[in-house]
Nanobody, 121 residues
Framework: QVQLVESGGGLVQPGGSLRLSCAASGRIRSINVMGWYRQAPGKERELVASITSGGSTNYADSVKGRFTVSRDNAKNTVYLQMNTLKPEDTAVYYC???????????????WGKGTLVTVSS
């Protein structure tokens, strides 16, 4: 009932920038936390950044100062501005939303299918 669609991935050179977007659609009553996760080749999936409905953010130490997560609650969309990209940022980036489809049901996690970010010369 909730679909997440990521966009904005691609190939960039080290030091470059990308802006990822994730739009949630479907039967949505409320979204608590939205976050970005990534999985690099040969590594486990890790939390990159998250943001609450009130705007409180959390970042992985490896991206602090370089990445900025934001959201537009009216559009049910979360963004990840990635600056000063490094080769180690190369990964599939997944959007996550903790949401409920009705006011009286529990919050659940929903996931996008991912968008590939490649940082290479």
């Amino acid at each position: 009932q909730v679909q997440l669609v990521e966009s904005g991935g691609g190939l960039v050179q080290p030091g470059g920038s990308l802006r990822l977007s994730c739009a949630a659609s479907g039967r949505i009553r409320s979204i608590n936390v939205m976050g970005w996760y990534r999985q690099a080749p040969g590594k486990e999936r890790e939390l990159v950044a998250s943001i609450t409905s009130g705007g409180s953010t959390n970042y992985a130490d490896s991206v602090k100062g370089r990445f900025t997560v934001s959201r537009d609650n009216a559009k049910n969309t979360v963004y990840l501005q990635m600056n000063t990209l490094k080769p180690e940022d190369t990964a599939v980036y997944y959007c996550n939303a903790n949401a409920r489809t009705d006011w009286l049901v529990p919050f659940m996690d929903f996931w996008g299918k991912g968008t590939l970010v490649t940082v290479s010369s």
